[in-house]
């Protein structure tokens, strides 16, 4: 057996892990999305928000637990029913947020796992650009890197990726994150969460695979922007 076959092996008995998936309109890959993190993990919900395609029925060709939502809430809120699912219906000391469009690879998704568990960290954040060389498509490097720079002026922390979807976390910051934004603006949120909750975090290098369906399904590229503006003003309206 390989060491590679071993290490799923094992994670898959491994009962402590939860991992959730926020779920729009992906019948024509998710289910060998799911497929492969089975290979892992035991413990899979996706939370199908609101899809109007044959997403629901490939989601019951796997093993996973499905949480409906009727109407499409935002991946914000998707993350957090996952979250509250598992908090309500098992005893998980490890949460994953893994993106349904087959953009992340589940061996990193192990191996942020063993680093969080390894260092004792409460949070692990998955980033693109802590390779020494990335697949990132030029265009959306100079956008996203407008968007940190922003990010991290505000907030305070110096990160090298704000709009990852893997992330790994232990069960004290899925009982305190309490996600309040919807949206895909939840990613920023998760930062402030960080700051204000003091989580012990950590980055993790990650690589995203950029497929011609991935980009096309994937979040409009001046949303990075968008998204930090949202923030800011949701932010500014508290403090009035």
Not at 73 to 94: H, P, W
């Amino acid at each position: 057996m390989s060491k590679k076959s071993e290490s799923r092996n094992i994670y898959k008995k491994n009962s402590d892990v939860a991992v959730i998936v926020p779920v729009y309109n992906e019948g024509s890959i998710i289910k060998t999305t799911i497929l492969e993190l089975e290979q892992c993990f035991n413990y899979i919900i996706c939370v199908n928000d609101g899809s109007k395609d044959n997403t629901l029925s490939e989601l019951r060709k796997t093993n996973c637990i499905i949480v409906n939502h009727r109407l499409n809430l935002g991946q914000g809120a998707s993350i957090q029913s996952g979250i509250e699912y598992a908090l309500l219906n098992s005893n998980k000391k490890y949460f994953i947020t893994f993106d349904g469009d087959g953009q992340h690879v589940v061996d990193e998704a192990v191996s942020m796992l063993k680093h969080l568990q390894n260092n004792r960290l409460d949070i692990v954040l998955g980033s693109r650009f802590l390779h020494k060389k990335t697949n990132v498509p030029f265009y959306k490097t100079i956008i996203l890197k407008i968007a940190l720079l922003l990010s991290n002026k505000v907030i305070g922390l110096k990160l090298s990726d704000t709009h990852n979807g893997l992330r790994v976390f232990n069960r004290h910051v899925a009982e305190t994150i309490n996600l309040e934004v919807s949206g895909m603006a939840h990613a920023t949120e998760i930062i402030y969460k960080i700051r204000d909750n003091v989580y012990n975090y950590s980055e993790f290098p990650t690589t995203i695979n950029y497929t011609d369906y991935s980009v096309k399904k994937g979040q409009p590229i001046m949303n990075s922007i968008n998204i930090v503006f949202d923030i800011l003003m949701n932010r500014f309206s508290r403090k009035k």
